[in-house]
């Protein structure tokens, strides 16, 4: 069964700490993508990768970084975290040339910055 | 500038009744279309999707409709149930383009018993 588990459900967190957010695939995905999700903003594209090392931006990059070292795995790093990142962020992934049906989402991170 | 506007950010119906939801589109490059399910506390899954080759796609009681010349998509849900109260997104991509899925905003359904 496909699985893409995020390492937390919910953090809090204070204003200008280090965050990660931990994504993991054990599907083989060559495309990871990193989202987050505020009510009437809808799902809104940080990053994503095609491949290990790979990154490109999504719409929403600002305050944002991530890394992709090995195939499965794709982090979300908020480097000094602010109170307008709060928010329930989202990973997903897929394989290469998929349409967007195989796309799989993690359950989220509610991501609360104090 | 959004590519995908769904306009409506909530729908409320009876259980029994017909849902639908709307989505409207502008970029013409788009050739496949999804909706997306979303509970509250978890992450979206995927629910039906249409190719721009065709109008009408089934699958049990989900229906999506597409006029390409409206750039207008639709998704009908007969009978609603209780159940199917969430969050449904409409998407859109290019295939063989970049792999993104464009989202729009998203509308809440809730269904009353």
């Known amino acids: 069964d496909v699985k893409v588990t995020q390492s937390s459900r919910y953090l809090v967190k204070r204003t200008g700490e280090k965050v990660f957010l931990e994504c993991v695939q054990d599907?083989?995905?060559?495309?990871m993508f990193w989202y987050r999700q505020d009510p009437g903003l809808g799902l809104r594209l940080i990053y994503f990768s095609y491949d290990v090392k790979m990154k490109e931006k999504g719409d929403i990059p600002e305050g944002y970084s991530v890394s992709r070292e090995k195939k499965e795995r794709f982090s979300l790093i908020l480097e000094s975290a602010s109170t307008n990142q709060t928010s329930m962020y989202l990973c997903a992934s897929t394989p290469p040339s998929g349409r967007g049906d195989t796309q799989y989402f993690g359950p989220g991170t509610r991501l609360t910055v104090l | 500038d959004q590519q995908v506007k769904q306009n409506s950010p909530s729908l409320s119906v009876q259980e029994g009744r017909i849902s639908i939801l709307n989505c409207d589109y502008t970029?013409?490059?788009?050739?496949?279309f999804l909706w997306y399910k979303k509970y509250p506390a978890e992450g979206p899954t995927f629910l039906i999707s249409?190719?721009?080759?065709?109008d009408k796609n089934e699958d049990g009681r989900f229906t999506v409709f597409l006029n390409k010349s409206a750039k207008h998509l639709s998704l009908h849900i007969v009978p609603s149930q209780p159940g199917d109260s969430a969050v449904y997104f409409c998407a859109a991509i290019t295939q063989g383009g970049s792999e993104k899925l464009v989202f729009g905003k998203g509308t809440k359904l809730t269904v009353n018993p």
């Open positions: 249409i190719s721009s080759i065709k």
């Open positions: 970029n013409s490059m788009f050739d496949y």
């Open positions: 599907m083989d995905h060559e495309n």
